[in-house]
């Protein structure tokens, strides 16, 4: 059964502190993303990394960076938190072939910040 | 670009009638069609896809949806709601590149 897991289902930080949200998958997938989840807004896009190492922007990667250093793991990492980035944070991730293939989910990290 | 709408953030029905989720895109290429379920406090999990072939696609859970090219349309329908089906249902779809673009999302609702 495929598996993508993340480091925390709640957390409560303060502003300016940096944070780690930690994403493991167990599918050996190329392809590893970073979203955030709001009301009304869906799923956008922070950043994708389609190989260890390597790393592409998405739609909201303001106040937000990544590390990719073994296939397995992709971390989120916010600088200085802010009360904005306040959110639910999911993790996915899906084998190379592209656009076509199904994303694979973590369960989420809920994250407060004060 | 690519893009997904929605049709109702919110949907309600009884146990046991119609579910219909609206779903329309618009593309510059063929697109790739998911319907993704999120349960209270879980992650996203794959419900049915479209890639090619056969348009009507029938899913986990009774859910199947109909692709239709001159509507720009990927409706989900259930022909009798459960009360295990109240959740998110987002719609999504991937153009090639590596991003997939997902809807706002259709929150259901099941009344006993």
């Known amino acids: 059964d495929v598996k993508v897991t993340q480091s925390s289902r709640y957390l409560v930080k303060r502003t300016g502190e940096k944070v780690f949200l930690e994403c493991v998958q167990d599918m050996d997938h190329e392809n590893m993303f970073w979203y955030r989840q709001d009301p009304g807004l869906g799923l956008r896009l922070i950043y994708f990394?389609?190989?260890?190492?390597?790393?592409e922007k998405g739609d909201i990667p303001e106040g937000y960076s990544v590390s990719r250093e073994k296939k397995e793991r992709f971390s989120l990492i916010l600088e200085s938190a802010s009360t904005n980035q306040t959110s639910m944070y999911l993790c996915a991730s899906r084998t190379r072939q592209g656009t076509m293939e199904t994303q694979y989910f973590g369960p989420g990290t809920r994250l407060l910040v004060l | 670009a690519q893009s997904v709408t929605q049709l109702g953030s919110h949907v309600s029905v009884s146990e046991g009638a119609l579910v219909l989720l609206r779903c329309n895109y618009s593309?510059?290429?063929?697109?790739?069609l998911f319907w993704y379920v999120q349960y209270p406090n879980q992650g996203l999990q794959l419900l049915l896809k479209y890639t090619t072939g056969a348009t009507l696609v029938k899913g986990i859970n009774g859910f199947e949806a109909e692709f239709k090219k001159s509507e720009t349309s990927f409706h989900l329908t259930k022909p009798s709601a459960h009360m295990s089906d109240a959740a998110e249902y987002f719609c999504?779809?991937?153009?090639?590149?590596?991003?997939?673009?997902f809807g706002a999302g259709t929150r259901l609702f099941v009344k006993a």
């Open positions: 990394s389609y190989d260890v190492k390597m790393k």
């Open positions: 593309s510059s290429v063929p697109p790739y």
């Open positions: 999504a779809v991937g153009t090639g590149g590596f991003k997939t673009i």
